[in-house]
């Protein structure tokens, strides 16, 4: 497996920042810590973890993956990497080493396989490292990995996961608030510059030359973008769809909207595309709202015709991994009236987070809340699906009536009735618990139960290239959350 190392090292004085060097096998020594971005990343550890050039016991500090580094910061973090990522990125900031050796080690834990370990010496007092793993000729095996980090009796470590999909990152959380890479734009006609937005759904805004105006196809429609004045705005045709917003580098900030009301909650929210690197294509995260509620479901596109910035002719082939994606999520609440006069019923239904209660006259109750994983934005055909599912009860039962929670994670085609099924449906199911998981009054279990609900997904283009996978709870009353995917290659 190849492998590559670069570890920079910041040395900073009991009064001013002072040069230091670049160490590697192929950069020439230098110095740095003097750019405006180093300045803000010193000032942000410094208001986290104090001054570093105070004496104390060595530490290892904000370990994280990224998807690259820009002037030796991290642009993200990652918590999962695409197979077709060319390299790896460990980061992390050292205190209180004196001239110590560190040492990163790479693990594949599916096999529990070492591929590589670095080993590098730091300089006085603290600094940054950054170690680069290289894909492998024969490409990186799906699965889960772990970096640890060591040196001068200290250890820390992080782990990752390889993909069949997009690379899934967060913003940078020890830089929030910042505007360390951003771009600048001119918005209306004051001649004042404001601060492009940052992107909120995991990407990270690169430069490109590359322009989203012109027209696309993509799994919400065929869509054209055009210039107005200093916004993109745009049209697609399911429902008559409408979006809007600005371009910050290579990623589309913005909204949808559509019919019949073009308003949230449910008919707009918010949108975020991201160019390919060679502006043929774009992927994407949309959402109902924009009160910081969950990314809802994916939007990918390709480009048709002729690129507005380019004469030469764009083409039309479909850069898409063939798999499964997330496009659609519905929340659903199906209240129930009882029959009879004893029982009452109450929900407290947050998607992810139920929480349910059936009482009755005599006090007998049973409240449980059910906290599930969300699916996979992608899953490749027959990949499996894996959910933990968690619940806490409260069981109160003295006359033994048969009260009960129970909730479901099942597979069926998706252009049906939500409360309904086809022959072909199937459950997801946990090796202790089984397809139905349950908590009710004669359980002898605990209150607390913890389960892996897993079956495969469909095979290519299933359910005539579309399925769901529905998440049901029913504790006298009935709340489903469905997701829904489409095949695409």
């Known amino acids: 497996m190849k492998s590559k190392l670069i570890i920079a090292i910041l040395l900073i004085g009991i009064v001013a920042l002072s040069g230091c060097t670049d160490i590697s096998d192929s950069y020439k020594p230098g110095s740095f810590g003097t750019t405006e971005e180093e300045m803000q990343i010193v000032d942000a550890v410094t208001d986290k973890y104090g001054d570093m050039t105070a004496t104390g016991e060595p530490r290892l500090l904000e370990v994280m993956m990224t998807s690259s580094t820009q002037n030796f910061i991290p642009v993200d973090k990652v918590l999962k990497y695409s197979k077709d990522s060319e390299e790896l990125y460990a980061w992390f900031i050292y205190d209180n ?3 110590d050796i560190i040492s990163v080690e790479w693990i594949y834990l599916d096999s529990d396989y070492s591929i590589h370990t670095f080993e590098s010496e730091t300089g006085e007092d603290f600094g940054r490292g950054t170690f680069i793993l290289e894909k492998p000729d ?4 799906l699965g889960d990995y772990k970096v640890i980090i060591s040196g001068a009796g200290v250890e820390e470590s992080v782990e990752f ?10 913003p940078l959380d020890l830089l929030a608030g910042t505007s360390i890479g951003s771009q600048q734009a001119d918005f209306g006609n004051s001649g004042t510059t ?5 992107p909120q759904s995991g990407f990270e805004a690169e430069s490109t030359s590359s322009s989203f105006i012109g027209d696309w196809t993509s799994n919400w429609g065929d869509m054209t973008f055009e210039q107005s004045g200093n916004k993109i705005i745009g049209e697609y045709t399911h429902d008559n769809g409408k979006l809007e917003g600005v371009v910050n580098g290579d990623v589309f900030i913005g909204t949808w909207s559509e019919s019949p009301s073009y308003a949230e909650p449910n008919d707009a929210g918010d949108v975020e595309l991201k160019l390919s690197s060679d502006g043929n294509s774009f992927e994407g995260n949309w959402r109902y709202g924009s009160d910081n509620s969950a990314w ?9 015709g002729q690129s507005t910035t380019s004469t030469s002719t764009i083409s039309t082939s479909s850069s898409v991994t063939p798999g499964w994606y997330l496009t659609k999520v519905e929340d659903y609440g199906d209240k129930v009236v009882s029959t009879h006069d004893y029982y009452s019923y109450d929900v407290d239904y947050e998607r992810g987070n139920v929480w349910t209660s059936n009482t009755g006259d005599k006090g007998e109750t049973v409240q449980v809340r059910t906290i599930s994983e969300e699916p996979e934005d992608f899953y490749a055909a027959e990949e499996e699906i894996a959910i933990k599912v968690r619940k806490e009860g409260v069981l109160i039962a003295p006359d033994d009536l048969g009260l009960g929670d ?10 049906i009735a939500i409360d309904r099924s086809t022959s072909s449906h199937y459950y997801l199911e946990d090796e202790t618990y089984g397809a139905f998981f349950k908590m009710d009054w004669q359980d002898s279990t605990g209150t607390i139960k ?6 495969n997904a469909p095979w290519e283009n299933a359910f005539s290239g579309s399925f769901r996978i529905v998440f049901s709870y029913s504790n006298g009353a009935h709340y489903r959350t469905n997701y829904i995917y489409e095949w695409r290659e």
């Open 97 to 99: 080493f004196d001239n």
């Open 138 to 141: 024969d490409g990186w095996p």
């Open 161 to 170: 996961e390889i993909i069949d999909g997009a690379t899934v990152s967060i």
């Open 194 to 198: 404001e601060a492009l937005p940052t």
């Open 296 to 304: 809802s479901g994916g939007w990918t596109g390709t480009r048709v």
């Open 406 to 415: 129970t909730s479901n994670i099942n597979i069926d085609a998706a252009d």
């Open 450 to 455: 913890e389960g892996t609900f897993k079956a």
